[in-house]
């Protein structure tokens, strides 16, 4: 296999956001182990299947997402690997196929209720591909993709009987965790459209995907602020890294930098939580330092 073959494979797979979903994927984790510390237990061997079959899952997204746009493709970015000819419409559909499937046998060999959540996964990103160029709505199954990590990891830890058996305040907090999130990945898209369709003197907007961008202040930090005055502390990491990014975007208007850096900070929406909820100092090192490799990864291969 060629270089530039494998610099596509990378590029259409959009690899250097992995870090981003392990990032969900341990809080995920957390949230499971806090709630279910009687019952629920962390396996290491779980544990990384469950990374197994989230990245399949994202990877196989992604593929599928570039077998579908290879026909619009052909008249807007003809420089793509598909259209461009250095790697087949049908190889680029076994290889997301084959990923997601492997997904979900990752996530099924934990248990059926991981195995239920990554099949949601699966037709969000189904969704997501089919609508994504033809109606707006399409972002809700993006963000629900993204959403549904939380519970897959949380409740991987768990058997059937236990999640069938479980109350309303187990999952409260994971429609919380999808309205930040989701609304942060609103917020980028937004952003990058009113750069690019709107008049870049129309302060209004461009005020509405900042407050987007914002959201998780509100369902993530909100919560935690009643409880843990250190919550703070990621939260003014948040905001300051948020602004130099959004500062950066408006005196350059480089878009694809900006959805870049966005997409790399997602690590630290989840540090608004992991900050309180990890059981061991190491979690601050680790989800900053998802943050940096997302970064490091994308001069590799492009985030988008």
């Given at each position: ?9 990378l ?14 994927g ?11 510390q ?53 190889s680029?559909l ?5 990923l ?26 189904l ?9 707006p ?10 959403a ?11 058997q ?11 999952w409260?907090?994971?429609?919380l ?7 942060y ?47 703070l ?13 959004v ?14 850096r ?7 929406v ?24 997302a ?10």
């Open positions: 296999m060629s270089r530039q073959k494998i610099i596509d494979l590029a259409m797979s959009r690899f250097a956001n992995l870090p981003t979903v392990w990032s969900n341990l809080l995920g984790a957390l949230l499971g182990y806090i709630t279910f009687e019952s629920g237990h962390l396996c290491p061997t779980c544990l990384s299947l469950i990374t197994l079959s989230l990245s399949c899952l994202y990877l196989g997204g992604c593929f599928l997402n570039d077998w579908y746009d290879a026909s619009f493709d052909h008249k807007t970015r003809p420089d793509r690997p598909i259209p461009a000819g250095r790697w087949s419409r049908q680029v076994i290889l997301a196929l084959s997601m499937g492997a997904g979900l046998i990752f996530s099924a060999l934990v248990s059926p209720v991981s195995a239920l959540f990554a099949t949601g996964i699966i037709i969000c990103i969704a997501y591909t089919r609508w994504h160029k033809v109606h709505i399409s972002f809700l199954f993006m963000a629900g993709a993204r549904l990590i939380y519970p897959l990891a949380a409740f991987s830890l768990i059937w009987e236990q999640f069938t058996q479980l109350r309303v305040e187990n409260a907090i994971f429609p965790l999808g309205l930040g999130l989701g609304g990945i609103l917020g980028i898209s937004l952003s990058a459209r009113a750069e690019t369709s709107q008049k870049r003197g129309d302060e209004i907007a461009r005020t509405l995907p900042i407050l987007c961008l914002c959201s998780p202040l509100l369902f993530f930090s909100g919560p935690q602020l009643l409880l843990y005055a250190s919550a502390i990621p939260l003014a990491l948040f905001i300051l890294i948020l602004a130099i990014i500062r950066r975007f408006r005196r350059t208007h480089d878009v694809g930098a900006f959805v870049s966005c997409l790399a900070a997602i690590p630290l989840d540090f608004l939580l992991v900050f309180t909820l990890a059981p061991h100092f190491i979690f601050w090192i680790v989800v900053p330092l998802l943050a940096l490799g970064l490091a990864l994308q001069k590799i291969a492009p985030a988008t």
